[in-house]
């Protein structure tokens, strides 16, 4: 707490004439004590006006008699925003204070994990979460293999999957129909259609089309095409009841002639919103089904997989080589979005970033190399792919540690691209490119300025030569000295260059090291430079005494001995980095980028840990170094993580709420925040990936995958916050929440929806959904889990007033008046909850 | 609790409202509501108009060696730069003292086919021929180049150094705010007016970074402005005011929330403000008054000079449409600089019709490791004038030829007189070339101002040069420390491949801010905290004493 009250009490006493008197108190151990700003007497009463503490429950206005009194609370206190007024003054009962209730401490642990490990609360895992515990959550998120995920493994076994779209009626003049038929011919199973006037389905409305369960056969309601004839009801399957619809093409359909129909009756006028659902059993059939209203207004097409747009069907495109960019960005959003081993996810993000590489470099480097523009996208694709799944791997394994991290970046043919070992050369007279070897230093191992110099950067890059890319046969991926392919896709050519060139091999672009290439020199890293700038080679660099005693002093010099050939050669580099992984440099800045990620962005290099004031932020820092160093092995990262969320800064409200989201994180958060799962598998907000990439650009040039410099997209607030950012995010939040068919829903495109009405329908009794109040509790306390409701008293309001007035934003309109199951309710609260996501706080976590 | 003074969070979109809240908002002078300030940073001179800066920052470091061309220095070219080197042009006297070449296009030739340095007329130094547009703009005298820019114990990390450019303190990592930053703050109206600094990309630099008071970032000013649900007019006024409702409500102290209410409240008034303006492409209209180039059929075909801002093919160049062109390529710019084009449109836009003081521009993707030039083809239309770093050095070469232009042409609340256009670099690139036809992270570079009251060239009346406008690289009287050739010199001076500053940054940025924009020595003092301390030598010639440098002081610019 702020250590203030004492000199506002004196103030105050002197000021307020003595008679009126606020104190902080004398701590209960679980409340918090709010600093209380202004005293005043109003007609007699008293005035305290306070302000907000961190997640508070409820506040309360104490009295006393005297200071040393028994505090209790004050009769008669009336909350207004942060200000009580209390009954009428006694004068017995003269001195003040306020208590804070606050969320339960595991409660904001919890809270401040789904913010931190994952990419926000989603309303499910809320409920999991606190009930589990934070121990459990967090014990469970730090052992990933143990957590089954089935993310990206195709599911063939055949069920039921529902389809639903929301449109507007839009067939011009005479009957309203719906159709349904398959593009090619071929079968399906299909059941339970509703169509429903509304943006969304409540199951209150009345279903339109008439023997939609196909329990009493076809005819009388459907009329059925020549193609189709050989469709019959059947009961091998049922979604509901006993019986569904086989429907079987001869060939494809494409109108009402060659569909499956029904007239809808009365005739839907055009415009009008309609919500369209239907059940279809999931097969290997190709063709595709579609189901429509007359016109386009109210239309889907479904392939009958079920795994549309599922993150294991992209990444078998993206293992299949055809994948590309737009392809890998989805699959990765999606992880974010869906994946159990959250934690897993944000830090895959991390090394991605950390070890940053820009896949357009990649693909100009590829598309220089004979392929054309749709071949060099796939294959950079690939090489970022690769990379990704390489880490993926990697953080299974409890024992993991940096190095073992850092090596599959070093090893990758995107990083040897992007930062130009791919065409260093050191032998001869040549200058080796020293850009890897400064990023090594400076950004993925040491931190700037952090125990190297030019002298040891120049060192390094005649180290790093030979570092190189070959296209090899498919099976000689991870072998650097494997030959070219010479396995020809097409051995017929005569032209030998044409023979001979890369699109004409069969094989896998990947690292390779290529021995005429490097520089034969011997090394010194890490050794001190002579006034004149040449290496000193009896003087290694000594480690700084700000270490403290545990590091300091010790000679940390590397001697690679020249002419090294062949196998000697590529291992200069690995030596070099075994070497540089564990440093205390190296502990010290990859820790000190950990707490920013994981606790709040005021940790910097540098502390000097030899003196004994240290900071919070500085303890945590040399915790995790111990850590880091005193593990069976070195550099263990669950180790790392495991000091840092056990921490009590990361638990104490110095933890909670003081990050903002980065692009990637609002995006994502934001499907999240709303996205519960119904019975049926759907969610109540969803996203096909793709969409969320335009956003995620945007709102700061946050481009996946393509980051021009190397030093990864910042953590910190200034980087991403400015008036066009901010105009981004509201654009996105706002066109999340519309229905598909409004105006701006293409900024976060039509494959974004969500269902907030769903939502309330799942998680608030009947009887509350009319009520403003509770409506307005349910969403805010949902959306700002760590505010604590009684912080939010200022929102609900609001959000009250906001649910009140018709859309004209003048008109009362209220709330209770209206259908739950209507439009204007849907649109309502789509409003609304748009709005609390515009707001600063959702720009937190 | 938030300490900063809350901002009502105004309605962006209600048409029927706009012509009042406009009103309020950019017709009172600001002046008027200014704090008390010393200086007259942001006060209407007697000409009723204030003072502006534009800045450009080139982000990778720019390779200064390849952008003002040392020719002089037989040390430049062969073995230290040959796949890279730029040459003199045979058939003219390099050493001839007068104006700077600007060889326009012959209708057999294109626009940047020009193969040599363009001589400056000094005898030493040249212009990378990509620059040829910036040639007019010396020659009229507003336009200088001041070379061997750096600061003492240059950082050769991007990051770190950039962040030095931008904080105006280098080597020193407390100061979090940003040079700009500072100088709107000492014109005491960062917090009254709602625009001052304005960047246009993806996010707010460091420049204009800081914690009293929130500068302007825009990303895409055709799409600046919020959606509603429903997204009707009314719909998005209903919004406004529970935004503007929820922006006032109280919280607890978080590490962040200052920033994020400053931020919101910027964007309230900016929305406000821009609404006013026509970013559009229909509304980018802004043409050269010249046949652009020598291009008379362009010119007499569409009855005047290229468009300003390219940001189309169609509004990139001429040659395209010249009917007796046996060229189809006289694209002024890359076709990838749209981007930037309609970013610098918008930064002129928001100078030159709104109130604020200082806009700016990144332009990305200096950091020439590898490939920073073509390889050469047989009939020399690529070479070491083609490549990657060629195709930077246009869009910098036509932005300055263009705001010249646009704020001559069509000056509304700025003039070109009342202007300064600045780049910025973060550091040069080693002096001899890498095995990957490209160049690494060295030390000083190159910095180019230019504006109507930017002292450059100057003739006499028999055209006699009196001054130059290039500092710090050859010439007569234009240096305090000369221009060391061969191969222990100045190219080499600082550790082995370096060139050596001789010029700190701050002394150009302050000499602009004070003498241009209108500090006080005391509000430089503050701004820029180097000029109060005596040994680092920003004003007056010295010696940095912190790596033992000598350096000019501040270049006579303003």
């Given at each position: 707490m702020k250590p203030s009250w004492s000199h506002r009490w004196l103030t105050t006493l002197s000021s307020a004439s003595g008679w009126l008197a606020a104190l902080a108190s004398l701590l209960a151990q679980a409340r918090e004590t709010p600093d209380v700003l202004t005293l005043g007497l109003q007609n007699g009463r008293p005035v305290v006006e306070f302000a907000p503490a961190p997640a508070t429950l409820e506040y309360r206005l104490l009295q006393a008699p005297t200071v040393n009194g028994l505090f209790a609370p004050a009769a008669e206190a009336v909350l207004t925003g942060f200000q009580f007024t209390g009954a009428a003054l006694q004068w017995d009962q003269r001195f003040f204070q306020v208590e804070a209730v606050p969320l339960a401490a595991d409660t904001l642990t919890a809270t401040t994990l789904l913010h931190r490990i994952a990419y926000g609360p989603t309303p499910d895992e809320l409920e999991r979460v606190r009930a589990l515990g934070s121990g459990a959550y967090l014990a469970e998120q730090l052992a990933p293999e143990k957590l089954s995920e089935t993310l990206d493994f195709l599911d063939p076994t055949p069920r039921w999957k529902q389809v639903k779209v929301t449109g507007v009626a839009s067939t011009s003049g005479g009957q309203t129909r719906l159709y349904m038929y398959l593009e090619g011919s071929g079968d399906a199973y299909v059941d339970n259609f509703r169509l429903v006037v509304g943006s969304s389905d409540t199951g209150t409305q009345t279903n339109l089309l008439k023997n939609a369960d196909f329990e009493t056969g076809l005819t009388g309601s459907w009329t059925v095409s020549a193609n189709l004839v050989a469709s019959a009801v059947t009961t091998d399957y049922a979604q509901n009841g006993s019986a569904c619809l086989h429907l079987v093409a001869a060939s494809g359909g494409d109108s009402?002639?060659?569909?499956?129909?029904?007239?809808?009756?009365?005739?839907?006028?055009?415009?009008?919103?309609?919500?369209?659902?239907?059940?279809?059993?999931?097969?290997?059939?190709?063709?595709?089904?579609?189901?429509?209203?007359?016109?386009?207004?109210?239309?889907?097409?479904?392939?009958?997989?079920?795994?549309?747009?599922?993150?294991?069907?992209?990444?078998?495109?993206?293992?299949?080589?055809?994948?590309?960019?737009?392809?890998?960005?989805?699959?990765?959003?999606?992880?974010?979005?869906?994946?159990?081993?959250?934690?897993?996810?944000?830090?895959?993000?991390?090394?991605?970033?950390?070890?940053?590489?820009?896949?357009?470099?990649?693909?100009?480097?590829?598309?220089?190399?004979?392929?054309?523009?749709?071949?060099?996208?796939?294959?950079?694709?690939?090489?970022?792919?690769?990379?990704?799944?390489?880490?993926?791997?990697?953080?299974?394994?409890?024992?993991?540690?940096?190095?073992?991290?850092?090596?599959?970046?070093?090893?990758?043919?995107?990083?040897?691209?992007?930062?130009?070992?791919?065409?260093?050369?050191?032998?001869?007279?040549?200058?080796?490119?020293?850009?890897?070897?400064?990023?090594?230093?400076?950004?993925?191992?040491?931190?700037?300025?952090?125990?190297?110099?030019?002298?040891?950067?120049?060192?390094i890059s005649r180290a790093w030569t030979g570092w190189t890319l070959e296209l090899v046969q498919t099976n000689q991926e991870f072998n650097p000295f494997a030959l070219r392919s010479k396995t020809y896709l097409d051995p017929t050519l005569t032209n030998t260059t044409e023979l001979n060139a890369n699109p004409n091999l069969q094989g896998l672009w990947a690292f390779n090291y290529q021995g005429t290439r490097h520089n034969l020199s011997a090394k010194h890293l890490f050794y001190q430079t002579k006034p004149d700038g040449s290496v000193d080679t009896t003087k290694p660099k000594i480690i700084p005494a700000r270490f403290g005693p545990r590091w300091a002093g010790q000679p940390y010099g590397l001697v690679l001995a020249a002419n090294q050939t062949g196998t000697n050669g590529i291992k200069e580099g690995y030596d070099l980095i075994s070497h540089m992984a564990n440093q205390p440099f190296t502990m010290e800045f990859i820790s000190v980028k950990l707490c920013r990620l994981l606790v709040h962005d005021g940790f910097h290099l540098g502390y000097d840990f030899s003196d004994d004031h240290q900071t919070p932020e500085e303890t945590l820092v040399y915790q995790c170094m111990l850590a880091w160093d005193q593990g069976t092995q070195k550099g263990q990262l669950r180790e790392v993580l495991r000091t840092i969320l056990n921490s009590d800064l990361f638990h104490s409200h110095a933890g909670s709420l003081q990050k903002v989201k980065t692009p990637l994180e609002f995006a994502v958060s934001t499907v999240r925040a709303l996205r519960a799962r119904n019975e049926d598998g759907s969610f109540t907000a969803d996203t096909d990936g793709y969409s969320l990439a335009g956003i995620i650009n945007r709102a700061g040039r946050l481009r996946l995958f393509d980051r021009a410099e190397p030093d990864g997209y910042p953590e910190d607030a200034p980087a991403w916050i400015s008036a066009g950012t901010l105009t981004e995010r509201i654009r996105f939040v706002q066109s999340a929440l519309m229905p598909v068919s409004m105006t701006g829903k293409s900024d976060a495109g039509t494959a974004t929806t969500t269902d907030p009405v769903g939502l309330l329908l799942k998680k608030l009794p009947a009887a509350q959904l009319n009520d403003a109040g509770a409506v307005a509790r349910f969403f805010t306390d949902l959306l700002f889990p760590a505010e604590g409701t009684a912080n939010l008293g200022e929102f609900r309001d609001l959000a009250v007033t906001f649910l009140n007035t018709g859309d004209d934003g003048v008109t009362t309109s209220d709330f209770n008046q209206l259908a739950t199951g209507s439009s204007n309710y849907d649109l309502r609260v789509r409003g609304l909850v748009a709005l609390l996501l515009s707001t600063q706080r959702f720009q937190e976590q | 609790m938030n300490i900063i003074s809350r901002r009502s969070f105004l309605s962006h979109s209600a048409a029927l409202g706009l012509g009042t809240a406009l009103a309020t908002l950019t017709d009172v002078p600001f002046v008027m509501k200014r704090a008390l300030a010393e200086g007259s940073i942001g006060l209407p001179g007697s000409n009723g108009r204030v003072k502006k800066l534009l800045f450009i920052f080139l982000r990778g470091a720019n390779d200064g060696?390849?952008?003002?061309?040392?020719?002089?220095?037989?040390?430049?070219?062969?073995?230290?730069?040959?796949?890279?080197?730029?040459?003199?042009?045979?058939?003219?006297?390099?050493?001839?003292?007068?104006?700077?070449?600007?060889?326009?296009?012959?209708?057999?030739?294109?626009?940047?086919?020009?193969?040599?340095?363009?001589?400056?007329?000094?005898?030493?130094?040249?212009?990378?021929?990509?620059?040829?547009?910036?040639?007019?703009?010396?020659?009229?005298?507003?336009?200088?180049?001041?070379?061997?820019?750096?600061?003492?114990?240059?950082?050769?990390?991007?990051?770190?150094?950039?962040?030095?450019?931008e904080s105006g303190a280098p080597n020193d990592n407390n100061t979090k705010d940003g040079i700009l930053y500072r100088a709107m703050v000492e014109s005491g109206l960062a917090n009254t007016a709602p625009l001052t600094g304005v960047s246009i990309g993806s996010s707010l630099p460091l420049i204009l970074r800081g914690s009293?008071?929130?500068?302007?970032?825009?990303?895409?000013?055709?799409?600046?402005?919020?959606?509603?649900?429903?997204?009707?007019?009314?719909?998005?006024?209903?919004?406004?005011?529970?935004?503007?409702?929820?922006?006032?409500?109280?919280?607890?102290?978080?590490?962040?929330?200052?920033?994020?209410?400053?931020?919101?409240?910027n964007l309230a008034s900016s929305l406000q403000i821009f609404a006013n303006i026509d970013f559009s492409e229909a509304g980018n209209t802004f043409r050269d008054d010249l046949a652009t180039d020598g291009d008379t059929d362009y010119a007499n075909a569409n009855g005047g000079g290229y468009y300003l801002f390219p940001t189309t093919n169609e509004k990139n160049g001429g040659w395209r449409r010249s009917s007796t062109s046996t060229r189809a390529d006289k694209y002024v710019v890359p076709t990838s600089s749209y981007d930037l084009f309609n970013r610098l449109k918008a930064a002129a836009l928001v100078l030159n019709k709104t109130d604020a003081l200082v806009a700016g521009v990144s332009i990305d993707g200096w950091d020439t490791h590898s490939n920073q030039v073509d390889q050469p083809n047989a009939t020399g239309t690529t070479g070491s004038h083609t490549g990657s770093h060629a195709n930077l050095l246009r869009r910098v070469g036509w932005a300055m030829y263009a705001l010249n232009k646009y704020f001559n042409r069509y000056p509304d609340k700025c003039r070109w007189d009342d202007l300064a256009v600045v780049t910025l670099s973060e550091f040069g690139r080693t002096s001899v070339e890498n095995s990957d036809n490209g160049t690494d992270h060295a030390e000083a570079s190159v910095m180019f101002t230019a504006g109507g009251g930017i002292k450059g060239f100057e003739a006499g009346p028999l055209g006699e040069v009196r001054r130059t406008g290039v500092f710090n690289c050859g010439g007569t009287g234009d240096q305090s420390v000369p221009w060391q050739t061969g191969p222990t010199g100045t190219l080499f001076k600082a550790t082995g491949r370096y060139l050596q500053r001789n010029t700190d940054y701050r002394s150009v940025l302050g000499k602009l801010i004070r003498d241009h924009l209108g500090a006080t020595q005391e509000q430089l003092n503050r701004i820029v905290p180097g000029y109060a301390n005596a040994a680092e030598s920003l004003k007056a010639k010295g010696t940095q004493t912190r790596d033992n440098t000598p350096v000019i002081g501040e270049p006579d610019l303003v």
């Open positions: 009402q002639g060659t569909s499956i129909y029904q007239v809808i009756t009365p005739t839907v006028a055009v415009g009008t919103p309609m919500t369209l659902s239907f059940w279809y059993r999931t097969s290997a059939e190709d063709s595709p089904l579609v189901v429509r209203l007359g016109g386009s207004g109210v239309s889907s097409t479904a392939s009958l997989s079920g795994q549309d747009n599922s993150p294991a069907q992209i990444l078998a495109k993206l293992l299949s080589g055809e994948g590309t960019l737009t392809d890998l960005r989805a699959w990765h959003i999606l992880h974010a979005v869906q994946a159990r081993r959250q934690l897993s996810e944000v830090l895959r993000q991390f090394l991605e970033n950390h070890f940053v590489t820009q896949i357009s470099k990649t693909r100009d480097y590829f598309d220089n190399r004979g392929y054309d523009g749709t071949q060099a996208d796939q294959i950079s694709t690939r090489t970022e792919l690769i990379e990704n799944l390489r880490w993926q791997d990697a953080l299974l394994r409890p024992d993991v540690t940096f190095l073992d991290l850092l090596k599959i970046s070093a090893e990758s043919p995107a990083m040897i691209v992007y930062l130009d070992t791919v065409g260093s050369r050191g032998n001869g007279t040549r200058i080796a490119n020293e850009n890897y070897a400064r990023e090594l230093c400076e950004l993925f191992c040491f931190g700037v300025d952090n125990g190297y110099d030019q002298q040891d950067i120049v060192q | 060696l390849n952008t003002v061309i040392p020719l002089g220095d037989s040390a430049y070219g062969p073995p230290n730069r040959v796949d890279l080197e730029i040459k003199k042009d045979p058939l003219q006297s390099f050493a001839a003292i007068g104006r700077a070449v600007f060889p326009e296009a012959g209708p057999a030739a294109g626009v940047y086919d020009h193969p040599y340095g363009l001589g400056l007329g000094n005898g030493f130094a040249a212009l990378h021929p990509a620059l040829k547009f910036l040639a007019p703009i010396y020659n009229a005298g507003d336009l200088a180049a001041i070379h061997r820019v750096g600061y003492p114990k240059q950082s050769r990390s991007h990051f770190d150094s950039q962040n030095y450019w009293k008071a929130a500068m302007t970032n825009v990303s895409d000013p055709t799409r600046f402005n919020l959606l509603a649900v429903p997204n009707t007019p009314q719909g998005n006024a209903k919004a406004d005011t529970f935004l503007a409702a929820a922006n006032r409500a109280r919280f607890a102290d978080k590490r962040d929330r200052d920033f994020l209410e400053l931020q919101y409240g």
